[in-house]
């Protein structure tokens, strides 16, 4: 069963557009949703994380939004740069089931110079 | 602080062979957790560990592979009678027990393991 669904698998953008991932999830316990940017080679880089108790959080160009109602999230990545150019993940965990970390498939993001 | 560290970064094995990993975890960190990579996917939860205590092991953890984490420092994880399914990235990380407001895990860049 797959927990966390993520959208699109991967994504053209100019550089100084907008990247929009999308991720929806099913477990209503998860408590914590952290996106996650990953370099060939390199383990994931924790980039942003929000709780459900707020629908929005903003750090420098990355931005997520979240709808509990609808269990939906998303990653925006304002004014994409060519070393945006990753895989990026969702993710979701819950405390209760020890904060052990259920991702999503991942979306490759390809910033054009 | 160098982080999490995973060595070995590549291995190369004959299916039927047994092969361990090691990770050392930032080291104020008392929780471990490996997960599993294959390639185009998102990493799998394997198993945890706190301080010494493994709390957790997925099903996707077949009785081939077991994990340890003496003393509550650095784990291992070994797989025996490796088969080439068992190719994949193996991901350590490491986080402090969140009963505080917010924590995050920090990764390891990964064993890619290559079976033959």
């Known amino acids: 069963q797959q927990q966390v669904k993520q959208s699109p698998q991967s994504l053209i953008v100019q550089k100084g557009g907008i990247s929009i991932i999308n991720c929806a999830y099913e477990n209503t316990a998860f408590d914590y949703f952290p996106w996650y940017q990953q370099f060939p080679g390199k383990g994931p880089a924790l980039l942003i994380a929000?709780?459900?108790?707020?629908s929005e959080k903003k750090e420098g160009r990355f931005t997520i939004s979240f709808n509990k109602s609808a269990k939906q999230f998303s990653l925006h990545i304002m004014d994409s740069q060519p070393g945006d150019s990753a895989t990026y993940f969702c993710a979701a965990s819950s405390k209760a089931a020890g904060n052990k970390l259920t991702f999503g498939g991942g979306t490759r993001v390809l910033v054009k110079p | 602080d160098t982080g999490v560290s995973q060595n070995p970064r590549h291995k190369i094995t004959k299916r039927g062979q047994n092969v361990t990993f090691r990770c050392d975890p930032i080291?104020?960190?008392?929780?471990l957790y490996w997960y599993r990579q294959t390639l185009g996917q998102g990493p799998e939860f394997l198993t945890y560990f706190q301080n010494e205590a493994q709390l957790e092991k997925s099903r996707l953890l077949s009785d081939r592979f077991s994990a340890e984490r003496p003393k509550g420092s650095f784990s291992t994880l070994e797989i025996q009678r490796t088969e080439q399914g068992d190719s994949a990235m193996y991901l350590c990380?490491?986080?402090?027990?969140?009963?505080?407001?917010?924590?995050?895990?920090?990764f390891g860049s990964g064993t890619r393991l290559t079976v033959v």
């Open positions: 080291s104020e960190h008392n929780r």
């Open positions: 929000i709780r459900p108790d707020v």
């Open positions: 990380a490491s986080s402090l027990d969140p009963t505080g407001a917010g924590y995050g895990y920090t």
